[in-house]
C-alpha cells in the first residue's frame, strides 16, 4: 500500500546555483530520447552560437557524422564533465575563447579548466534576476528551500544572488581562481575554496582503480607535487577547502597529499570530500579520523544503472557505499556525512528514489537518514513543504503533484 511522506524544505549542499540559473531556458537533452534529441539539434538557429544542456552519452550517441552537419552548438554532457561541439560552432567559439577553440578536443585540459568553462558556458547564455527566480523557485517545488552554490562563476553572480530575494538561502564556494579575484567584501560571502581532482563517469574521466570498459583510462588533474604546492598556498588563507573527488585514484590522492601538507603544520579549518562515490573503507576511516566531512550524491547510486556500458562490474557494486560508511566506519549523517544533488537532477524526489530501491544493497539508506544527511534549511523561506508517495511493491518514490 502506497503512503506519503511530508518534508519540509531541506538543504542542498552541492550544486551550481550560477551555472544552472544561467541555463535557465536553454535547450535541453535531459528527458529527451534519441530521435526527439537529433530533431531539436537540428532544428537550431543557424545564424548564432547555440549552447544546449543535458546531454547523457548513454542515452544520445552523437557521432561526427551527425555533429557535422549541425547549425553552430555547444552540447554540455548532464554530468557537467565534457561536451560535444559542431564543427560550425568552432569558428564563433574561437571569437570568444581562442585558448578553448585551441584546446578543445584536448580532454585533459578541458577537464582541468573546468570551472573556466562553467564561466564560458554562463557567458553565452547569460545570467539575470528572471533566470535566478525561475531557477529558485524551481527547486523550491521540489523540497529545496537553501542551496550551494559549488564553483560560483565571479563577482557578478555573488552581486545578482545578493541583490535578489535568495540571498540567504545561497552559499558559495569558489576555485582558486575566482577567490583571488574577488574583492574582501565578497570573499566573506564564501565558505571557502573548491578545487577538482579528477573528473566524471560520464565523461570517463574520474581517477578509477582499472580502465572503463572501452579501454579510456581516467586521470588525475595534478601531480602530487602540484597538489602540495597549491594546498600549501591555499592554506595560508584560512578558510575551508572542498574537493571534488570521484574516483579511487583521486580519494587516495587527497588524503596522501593532504595528510603531508596538515604534517606540516599547515591545515584548513574545514575539509570537505566531494562525490567520493569510490571510497573504499581504509581510507574512509582515515578520512573519518582527520575529521573530513563527507559530501556526497544519494541519486548519483543510479550511475550503477546508468553507466553499465562503461563500467567493469565491480565497480558497478561499490558506487557509493553508504552502508559501509554508516555502518562499519561510523559516518553520521546529517554530522560528518552530507548530501546533494550536483543537480543532476535536483530536488528529493530522485535521491529518496535511490535510497529506498537502490540497484545494490550497499547503497541503500533509510528515509531518515537521507533527511538528515540534506538538513533542514536554516534560512526563513517561506517554501512550503514537500509531500512524496512512496510504493514499496513498486519500488518508486513520486513527487505529489509533481
Known amino acids: 500500500m502506497p503512503y506519503t511522506l511530508s518534508l519540509p524544505p531541506l ?5 551550481h546555483v550560477s551555472l544552472y540559473a544561467a541555463l535557465e531556458g536553454q535547450p535541453d537533452l535531459y528527458d529527451l530520447a534519441a530521435p526527439e534529441a537529433s530533431r531539436l539539434l537540428r532544428s537550431l538557429p543557424a545564424d548564432r552560437l547555440n549552447l544546449v544542456k543535458g546531454w547523457k552519452t548513454h542515452v544520445v550517441p552523437l557521432s561526427r557524422d551527425f555533429l557535422a552537419g549541425l547549425p553552430p552548438v555547444l552540447i554540455v554532457n548532464a554530468t557537467l564533465h565534457g561536451f560535444a561541439y559542431s564543427p560550425a ?40 534576476a528572471g533566470k535566478l527566480a525561475s531557477f529558485m523557485e524551481k527547486v523550491g517545488r521540489l523540497g529545496i528551500g537553501s542551496i550551494e552554490d559549488m564553483s560560483v562563476s ?25 577567490y583571488k579575484g574577488l574583492a574582501p567584501a565578497e570573499r566573506t560571502a564564501c565558505a571557502g575554496f573548491k578545487i577538482f581532482l579528477d573528473g566524471s563517469l560520464g565523461a570517463r574521466s574520474a581517477g578509477l582503480d582499472v580502465p572503463f570498459l572501452d ?26 577547502l ?20 596538515e604534517g606540516s603544520g599547515r591545515s ?29 550524491q544519494p541519486n548519483f547510486s543510479a550511475d550503477s544503472i546508468d553507466f553499465s556500458d562503461r563500467l567493469p562490474p565491480r565497480l558497478l557494486r561499490e558506487n557509493n557505499p553508504f552502508r559501509m560508511l554508516i555502518d562499519r566506519v561510523g559516518y553520521v549523517p546529517g554530522r ?67
Open 154 to 178: 565571479g563577482a557578478e553572480a555573488i552581486a545578482a544572488v545578493r541583490a535578489s530575494p535568495w540571498a540567504s538561502r545561497v552559499s558559495f564556494w569558489a576555485t582558486p581562481r575566482v
Open 336 to 402: 560528518d556525512l552530507v548530501f546533494g544533488s550536483d543537480g543532476m537532477p535536483h530536488g528529493i524526489e530522485n535521491a529518496l528514489q535511490w535510497s529506498l530501491f537502490p540497484a545494490f544493497e550497499e547503497q541503500r539508506m533509510t528515509a531518515d537518514e537521507l533527511l538528515r544527511g540534506y538538513g533542514r534549511t536554516e534560512a526563513g523561506t517561506g517554501t512550503p513543504s514537500t509531500t512524496l508517495v512512496i510504493d514499496e511493491e513498486r519500488r518508486t518514490v513520486r513527487l505529489l503533484g509533481g
Open 89 to 128: 560552432a568552432v569558428p564563433l567559439i574561437r571569437n570568444l575563447w581562442p585558448e578553448f577553440a585551441a584546446r578543445i578536443d584536448d580532454k585533459a585540459w578541458g577537464e582541468r579548466h573546468l570551472p573556466d568553462l562553467f564561466a564560458f558556458y554562463g557567458q553565452i547564455a547569460g545570467l539575470d
Open 268 to 296: 584548513f579549518p574545514m575539509v570537505r570530500l566531494e562525490h567520493v562515490q569510490y571510497i573504499r573503507e581504509d581510507p574512509a576511516r582515515r578520512a573519518r579520523d582527520r575529521g573530513y566531512v563527507l559530501s556526497m
Open 215 to 240: 579501454g579510456t583510462e581516467g586521470y588525475l588533474l595534478y601531480s602530487d607535487e602540484e597538489l602540495e604546492s597549491l594546498l600549501g598556498e591555499l592554506a595560508e588563507y584560512r578558510t575551508a
Open 11 to 15: 538543504h542542498d549542499h552541492h550544486s
Open 242 to 261: 572542498s574537493v571534488h573527488a570521484i574516483g579511487h585514484r583521486a580519494v587516495d590522492q587527497i588524503l596522501r597529499v593532504l595528510g603531508k601538507v
